[in-house]
């Protein structure tokens, strides 16, 4: 079965750079969705097919997709974007499932 | 537009439940849907996909975890899914979360989730 893996905590200061990363095999060739989740409720979509944000996300958010990694780039963190961070493939082969990472807490410090 | 799900609550390890959701203000026939739960503390695990559409045979896939005991159907004429849950044990106590599957990429539509203790 198909892993995904994300390290489960990241620590920035407001106003930094937080880059969290998704990693798989050939990941790249994959398309990556991300899921931001706040205390308390639902997942959010925050950034579809790697690189595409839905109506609403600021632009603070963006993704990559490359080789073995996908990542999600949080430019100019805010005390609000703390939560918890998923990425998410659509796997088709031997099988068909969603897979999620484990997911990764951000902490704004 | 959202997803309302029910059907949550207390059953004894072996036991079944029957989880509902009930869409609302999209054309709910349209679309993929799925079931995603989180038990306490945990990240999230996909359960199983449903094929939208008025299609004849339905195309549905489950986890490994869940195949042969759950079953997930829909009525689009009710705008509901279901997920039928049979032979519980203690590790599918969880928050299930009745999500949509979105036309441009990724899930973009989730309930607020109905919870399920097996105990």
């Known amino acids: 079965s198909y892993v995904l893996t994300q390290p489960p905590s990241v620590s920035v200061a407001p106003g930094e750079m937080a880059r969290l990363t998704c990693g798989g095999d050939n990941i790249g060739s994959k398309s990556v969705h991300w899921y931001q989740q706040k205390p308390g409720q639902a997942p959010l979509l925050i950034m579809y097919?790697?690189?595409h944000r839905p109506s609403g996300i600021p632009a603070r958010f963006s993704g990559s997709n490359s080789g073995n990694t996908a990542t999600l780039t949080i430019s100019g963190v805010e005390v609000g974007d703390e939560a918890d961070y998923y990425c998410?493939?659509?796997?088709?082969?031997?099988?068909?499932?969603?897979?999620f990472g484990g997911g990764t807490v951000l902490s704004v410090l | 537009i959202q997803l309302v799900e029910s059907g949550g609550g207390l059953a004894q390890p072996g036991g079944s439940l029957r989880l509902s959701c009930q869409a609302s203000g999209f054309t709910f026939s349209d679309y993929e849907m799925n079931w995603v739960r989180q038990a306490p503390g945990k990240g999230l695990e996909w359960v199983s996909y449903?094929?939208?559409?008025?299609?004849?045979?339905?195309?549905?896939y489950y986890a490994d975890s869940v195949r042969g005991r759950f079953t997930i159907s829909r009525d689009n004429a009710k705008n509901s899914l279901y997920l039928e849950m049979n032979s519980l044990g203690v590790d599918d106590t969880a928050l299930y979360y009745c999500?949509?599957?979105?036309?441009?990429?990724?899930?973009?539509?989730w309930g607020q989730g109905t919870l399920v203790t097996v105990s």
């Open positions: 097919f790697d690189i």
């Open positions: 449903i094929i939208g559409g008025e299609t004849r045979e339905s195309v549905i």
């Open positions: 998410q493939v659509w796997v088709a082969s031997g099988g068909h499932s969603w897979v």
């Open positions: 999500v949509r599957d979105s036309r441009d990429g990724g899930q973009d539509l």
